[in-house]
């Protein structure tokens, strides 16, 4: 039973003989504790730094000082080996629960991690060891795995093609010495309700003396031929999985459940890309999207497309596609609109593929501009309400967002006569409030996290860059632009501005006509502060005293400045917001926003902070209605000297207690 590898790509699957903890080697409890102390669970994923630090690894290339958190080891350490089998011997047992009896059929996939192959082996082989039916799709990106949860979820148990549940191996945006997991049924990722059982589970297997002999007795209860069958089986199963995610893109696409009405829309798109061509830079920085259907879908659309770095697992930069890392994107898209006018736009995802920051070329500017975070999310969101109008739709609408998104979307859906509502960051917290909303009778079309990039467009339950890319081109290119039929115009005309229409608009007319607002970019080092305060409760409440005795003094400069007159404090604790009066700590680990208002009782600006649940920072940020960098930069400074005061305050009672 030799090496498995991919049929098409050439790349190490996995071998069944080769059992990845030894008892010769197995790890002390004291050691899984420690290895568990740099991991981070939460409903947003699992994740730790997984690269074997002890084994000869090479380094991502623009990593100069050799950080463990950018090793491209392929290895994991025998500690973090018990650690995983204990991810999976919990995900397995909640799978037979929910199963009731009958065997679990899971689907497992993972990003381009140099770790994601040894991470999987030891699930594939738990799994399989406990009692379920393991389908590896190996390299997939995290949209494409859930759409083909989603469609087969719904099928009856039995069927061929049936699943009952997903482990996705993966660390989104962070660097490639991390890795970890999410785990979800019917397309999406387990809620905070649903993963908390998991992660108590999880901490009293690492808890457990016992945890090293518990997981090699896991892994050693796997049938070797089962696990080479799944093995061989991964090519099979994913052109199931492609096909699903096609299926599934062209409904999220057209928001039509028949085939036949895709089909018109989809027609129409692409005879408009034909009468006015449209060119997009796929650059795939060696993620899983590389072996996805972007180029296929995009082009079944009438887009012309060029794709870069598509090589797996081979990064051309940085993972998280921000900053830097879009800079092969927009010289890419230069060249390409210099060569052909045709080329607009550029994306760029992280390694999961469940994310794409977009780069546009600008006629105005005469280069590609890159688009930030926010402002992604306003023309997503304007794109959609737009295109709910366009439908003719009539139900009450909303648009579900994360706390730390820009109150420039509450402007954009009062002109469509939507209403916005808040859930704590954190994509599942955001899709459980969305399904709430749809119980009651709302149409949710559109939501997602502003703060981060990226949208989630219903029936999808997680973000994805094709569901933005498709935002923009129906915004572009949906309906005879020569007659002022389009989505573009009929958003002037909800906003009163019919005059600025034009048929040759493009992306930049879009974006003067957004209103105007300052924000914090979520992706900028000062908006993750480094603090010494365990007890974020402790925090908030300390930042709290601060804030009420600043106000005062601080109240004629934000008057002068800003217009600002008064206060209201919010809490955003998982799918929900609150009002929380002067009790900042109500805010509990969650979010907390305080939102400033002017003297017409209008907000006009906001305050932010919450813990990270996937990174060890605290993260901040401000918002303003029509403000100025220099204003933004202004009132994040008082917000972050408050915080850093707090800090030291809180940090300071922990030392004297201790």
Not at 90 to 108: E, N, W
Not at 254 to 283: F, H, N, W, Y
Not at 434 to 449: N, Q, T
Not at 522 to 551: G, R, V
Request: glycine share 8%; net charge negative; hydrophobic share 45%.
């Amino acid at each position: 039973m030799p090496l498995i590898t991919h049929p098409l790509l050439g790349l190490a699957v996995g071998d069944p003989t080769k059992i990845p903890l030894a008892r010769e080697t197995l790890p002390s409890p004291q050691e899984v504790q420690l290895a568990a102390h740099s991991l981070i669970l939460s409903a947003s994923g699992w994740r730790t730094i997984c690269a074997n630090a002890s084994a000869t690894a090479s380094y991502a290339s623009w990593d100069l000082d050799h950080s463990p958190e950018n090793s491209l080891s392929r290895d994991l350490s025998p500690a973090d080996t018990a650690i995983v089998a204990g991810m999976a011997l919990v995900f397995s047992a909640f799978m037979k629960k929910l199963c009731k009896g009958r065997r679990p059929v899971v689907l497992l996939g993972v990003d381009t991690r140099p770790t994601g192959p040894a991470i999987a082996d030891v699930f594939a082989r738990v799994l399989i060891g406990g009692g379920c039916e393991v389908r590896y799709l190996f390299i997939v990106p995290a949209p494409e795995i859930m759409a083909y949860s989603a469609q087969t979820t719904s099928l009856p148990s039995g069927h061929e093609f049936h699943s009952d549940g997903f482990a996705y191996i993966s660390a989104s945006h962070n660097p490639p010495g991390h890795n970890g997991l999410k785990f979800g049924i019917g397309g999406g990722v387990l809620t905070g309700e649903q993963i908390a059982p998991l992660i108590t589970a999880l901490k009293a297997f690492i808890a457990n003396s016992e945890a090293p002999e518990l997981a090699l007795s896991a892994i050693e209860k796997t049938d070797l031929r089962e696990l080479a069958a799944c093995y061989g089986n991964v090519a099979h199963w994913k052109r199931y999985s492609q096909s699903a995610y096609m299926l599934f893109a062209h409904r999220v696409f057209t928001d039509e459940s028949e085939l036949d009405a895709q089909e018109k829309m989809l027609s129409e798109i692409a005879a408009a890309c034909a009468e006015r061509p449209l060119g997009v830079i796929a650059e795939l920085n060696g993620s899983a999207r590389t072996q996805s259907i972007d180029f296929d879908w995009l082009s079944a659309l009438g887009i012309q497309v060029k794709v870069l770095n598509a090589e797996p697992g081979v990064f051309a930069h940085r993972i998280v596609p921000e900053n830097e890392s879009l800079q092969d994107c927009s010289e890419s898209l230069n060249e390409a609109h210099a060569e052909n006018a045709a080329f607009a736009l550029g994306y760029v995802p992280d390694c999961d593929g469940d994310r794409g920051n977009l780069v546009y070329y600008s006629n105005a500017l005469q280069g590609s501009v890159p688009l930030e975070a926010q402002q992604v999310f306003a023309l997503v969101c304007l794109s959609e309400l737009a295109y709910l109008r366009w439908k003719g739709e009539t139900r009450p609408i909303a648009v579900v967002v994360n706390d730390a998104t820009s109150m420039r979307i509450e402007a954009i859906a009062r002109a469509f006569g939507a209403r916005v509502f808040r859930a704590e960051t954190g994509e599942a917290n955001v899709v459980s409030c969305a399904e709430r909303l749809r119980s009651e009778g709302w149409v949710v079309r559109i939501l997602g996290e502003g703060s981060n990039g990226g949208n989630i467009t219903y029936p999808s339950k997680v973000r994805d860059p094709l569901s933005t890319i498709g935002s923009m081109i129906r915004l572009l290119r949906l309906g005879q632009a020569k007659k002022g039929n389009t989505c573009f115009s009929l958003w002037l005309e909800a906003i009163g501005a019919p005059e600025r229409y034009r048929p040759d608009y493009g992306l930049d007319d879009v974006i003067a006509s957004l209103p105007p607002w300052a924000t914090t970019s979520a992706f900028e080092p000062y908006a993750a502060l480094k603090i010494a305060a365990k007890d974020k409760i402790a925090l908030k409440n300390a930042y709290q005293s601060l804030f009420l005795e600043a106000w005062p003094q601080m109240l004629p400069e934000l008057t002068d400045r800003l217009g600002i007159a008064s206060w209201r404090a919010f809490a955003t604790i998982g799918p929900r917001e609150h009002e929380i009066g002067a009790d900042f700590g109500a805010s509990e680990n969650g979010g907390l926003r305080i939102v400033l208002y002017d003297e017409q009782g209008a907000s006009c600006a906001f305050l932010w902070m919450r813990a990270s649940g996937t990174e060890p920072v605290f993260r901040i940020g401000v918002d303003i209605k029509g403000g100025t960098g220099a204003d933004e930069a202004w009132l994040r400074g008082w917000h972050t000297n408050l915080v850093t005061q707090a800090d030291l305050l809180v940090a300071h009672s922990q030392n004297v207690v201790g």
